[in-house]
């Protein structure tokens, strides 16, 4: 039946009714409002030019549209199965509520992973296990060019900022990470009174937008910066080059979005369009780069200053290399974005095919400044789809020294992962701005969740640690963590990736770095 022959059967229907109506009873009056509503909506839709299905199939068009955008409920409710939902299976999502909330976190009858399919990876246990640690590790953030350290947590809220989370989110997770002694990341949206009120260290992330240090005109503001970065709260500052979601492109804040809160806290007008340009206009080129490192370090008071990366090119890396080598200036910390990681909203095209991945992100990053007998110096962070104790055992086993979760800490506020978050209708108050949906996240109820989430996930990192007959990270090595390659063969990742010596990049870069190397130059990413 297509066309017109829906309408039409809808106005007899709803001619038929009508007369009951008169003949007999006003009750068929409920029937023939309806109808006549039908007949009045079918007629829209044959003669509309937006829908090609709504023309060829008035009113019944509609039912289509209605299951397409219930599609996703029912997928995740009914459909998947426990390991092979995206970007989180179900048992990925279902050990963050458990930790969270303090529930049984056990799972029966063996693992659900295939094991002997290529890409599985595990752990080297030992006979000779020894007890956890009572006590979370710490990792001190500060070379020899800082003069206010920090001690980092294992595990940290990654960058997410205020106007893509909302206020309630934000305070939620500053004030777990005040109750559990571990660093909240800001994101780039800038240092917002939210982000304060709890107490919780933090780290403030600037980016190509300089959001909180800017001039009206959109450049940095060395003093705006000064003041802000005097606050006690703010442990470090991260210098945003790209995020391992979009590399590569900046962002958009639409007008409609832009608060008044959200625009004092980026120090742009309130109601209109904000960009934020895809690469930074404070400085240019790797030793340009480090010049703005000296001067956020010195204009901070000392405090500990990097940067956070997707990595692209590794020559272009290698270039950030020979600008340390050459000027004397260092980080004090990396941090690792790969492009699993997740973010409020990018094109489909960026998210699935643009960057490089954490493994091998962290294996450049690593391997470059060991090459460059430059490590010992700067710690590395990992962000990317890092949620249990495991997935931090493997990035600290491939070279980062201290990881951050995003979308994992979103969870632990009562995330359900509707993929909402760039609509503003997010069904939890977590990425929203709607006061309606924000006030469903209490605050002092899912800032515990945050504490237990972390300490909890922490812990179970310790006890595999332990179980490796291992007293710390710091005794991690890659020789840890074992892969099968094909159905037949399994190779520990110290034979898939051999590192670097120290200094070798500069005394003789092995054949598959040479290229590179002879590539980068200090002075220009080009």
Not at 73 to 94: I, K, M, W
Not at 453 to 482: C, R, W, Y
Request: aromatic residues 8%; charged residues 20%.
């Amino acid at each position: 039946m297509t066309r017109f022959g829906t309408v039409a059967g809808a106005f007899v229907l709803s001619g038929a009714a009508w007369f009951l109506t008169i003949a007999t009873s006003w009750w068929w009056m409920m029937v023939a409002v309806p109808m006549t509503l039908l007949v009045f909506l079918g007629t829209f839709d044959a003669v509309q030019t937006k829908h090609s299905i709504l023309r060829n199939y008035p009113i019944l068009g509609h039912f289509r549209y209605a299951l397409e955008s219930l599609r996703p409920e029912l997928q995740q409710y009914f459909v998947e199965r426990a390991t092979d939902g995206t970007p989180y299976d179900r048992n990925a999502r279902s050990l963050i509520y458990e930790r969270a909330k303090g529930a049984n976190e056990e799972h029966p009858f063996g693992t659900e992973r295939d094991l002997y399919a290529p890409g599985a990876e595990w752990l080297i246990h030992s006979l000779a296990p020894v007890s956890p640690p009572d006590e979370q590790h710490r990792v001190r953030i500060g070379g020899p060019q800082c003069t206010q350290p920090y001690d980092m947590a294992l595990l940290n809220v990654s960058a997410m900022s205020f106007g893509a989370l909302s206020a309630n989110a934000i305070r939620a997770l500053n004030e777990g990470a005040k109750l559990g002694g571990f660093a909240h990341d800001t994101g780039e949206g800038g240092l917002s009174k939210h982000h304060l009120v709890g107490g919780g260290d933090l780290v403030w992330e600037i980016g190509s937008g300089y959001f909180g240090c800017r001039t009206d005109e959109g450049k940095f503001d060395v003093e705006e910066f000064a003041a802000k970065a005097a606050t006690p709260a703010v442990k470090c500052i991260s210098i945003k080059l790209s995020q391992g979601a979009k590399p590569g492109i900046g962002g958009v804040m639409p007008a409609a979005k832009m608060t008044d809160e959200i625009a004092a806290a980026r120090g742009v007008p309130a109601h209109e369009t904000c960009v934020s340009p895809p690469s930074h206009s404070a400085f240019s080129g790797p030793t340009g780069l480090l010049e703005f490192v000296a001067l956020l370090r010195e204009r901070s008071g000392g405090k500990p200053v990097g940067f956070k990366l997707c990595v692209g090119d590794r020559s272009e890396f290698l270039s950030i290399c020979k600008a340390m080598l050459a000027t004397g200036i260092l980080p004090d910390f990396i941090i690792v974005d790969g492009s699993e990681g997740g973010t409020g909203a990018a094109p489909l095209e960026f998210e699935d095919h643009m960057g490089t991945p954490l493994t091998e992100g962290l294996n450049i990053v690593r391997d470059a400044l060991v090459g460059c007998d430059l490590k010992q110096h700067i710690k590395i962070g990992a962000s990317g789809k890092i949620a249990s104790g495991s997935d931090m055992v493997k990035r600290l086993i491939q070279g980062a020294d201290f990881t951050n979760a995003a979308r994992a800490m979103m969870m632990a506020l009562g995330c359900i992962q509707a993929q909402r978050c760039h609509t503003n209708t997010c069904p939890v108050g977590v990425a929203t701005q709607d006061p309606k949906r924000m006030r469903a996240l209490v605050v002092a109820d899912k800032a515990e969740r945050v504490r237990r989430f972390q300490h909890e996930t922490v812990a179970s990192a310790n006890k595999l640690i332990a179980a490796m007959g291992l007293d710390g990270p710091d005794q991690l090595h890659a020789g840890h963590l074992m892969m099968r390659t094909d159905p037949h063969t399994v190779q520990s990742f110290d034979k898939l990736h051999p590192s670097l010596r120290p200094g070798q990049l500069i005394d003789d870069p092995p054949a598959d770095w040479a290229a590179a190397w002879q590539a980068a130059s200090a002075t220009s990413f080009h």
